[in-house]
């Protein structure tokens, strides 16, 4: 089983609409979960970070950690045409002795006018 | 600041011949990484490095080497380039404590014929 999985869409939706992306991970002692947004032929920007289980707010982006579920989310308020972009989860994780940030492969988001 | 720098940003290779991608942060980060960015596959790790001097492998570090001399720049080298090794590649950088995230730069496009 991969350590993060995520599923790469791609989804398209209405501007105005709710976004819910996911990612599942495999062991449960990770405890650092963050969001990078990538833009076409841009690398990754982090978008959200959080630690703990629950939701963590950000204008209208919220990232939500079900740790019971081993479960990650990102939702989009109010999606706008600008929020199209490749979406990745990442997570802090230990590899050999030392840490690593682990990407999921990316979910691609179009956000239609 | 200029962040994450990377050069060249397009490059164009025969097989066999060789070449060096140059990263260079002005942050002040400790850890550097190179990472390869294919459809379907994700950021795959290549190899990092902890600090001026010391290099590490990642995940699919093989056809690749590193070297870091200097606190600010990460090279990456390819000794003699395959077609597998057409790929947009991504350095990153970041400070000790990884729950800050990664910067990464804007990344190189590389083809090999």
């Known amino acids: 089983q991969k350590e993060v999985e995520q599923d790469p869409g791609p989804l398209s939706v209405p501007e105005g609409a709710i976004v819910s992306l996911n990612c599942t991970y495999s062991?449960?002692?990770?405890?650092?979960f963050m969001w990078y947004r990538q833009y076409s032929r841009k690398g990754p920007e982090l978008l959200m970070y959080t630690y703990s289980s629950g939701n963590k707010e950000d204008g209208r982006f919220t990232a939500q950690v079900d740790k019971s579920s081993k479960y990650i989310s990102l939702f989009i308020r109010d999606s706008q045409p600008s929020d199209s972009a490749t979406y990745l989860c990442a997570i802090l994780t230990t590899q050999g002795g030392s840490e690593k940030l682990v990407f999921g492969k990316g979910t691609k988001l179009t956000v239609n006018p | 600041n200029a962040g994450v720098t990377q050069t060249p940003k397009f490059r164009v290779l025969k097989t066999g011949q060789s070449m060096t991608l140059l990263c260079a942060q002005d942050?002040?980060?400790?850890?550097m990484y190179w990472y390869r960015q294919d459809p379907g596959m994700g950021l795959r790790l290549i190899h990092y490095s902890v600090g001026e001097g010391t290099t590490a492998k990642g995940e699919v570090p093989d056809g690749y080497n590193v070297s870091r001399l200097k606190k600010q720049n990460f090279l990456l080298g390819l000794e003699s380039a395959a077609p597998s090794q057409t790929s947009v590649y991504f350095c990153?950088?970041?400070?000790?404590?990884?729950?800050?995230?990664?910067?990464f730069g804007s990344g190189t496009r590389l083809t090999v014929v």
């Open positions: 942050m002040n980060h400790e850890y």
């Open positions: 990153a950088s970041s400070y000790r404590d990884r729950n800050y995230g990664y910067t």
């Open positions: 062991n449960s002692a990770f405890q650092y």
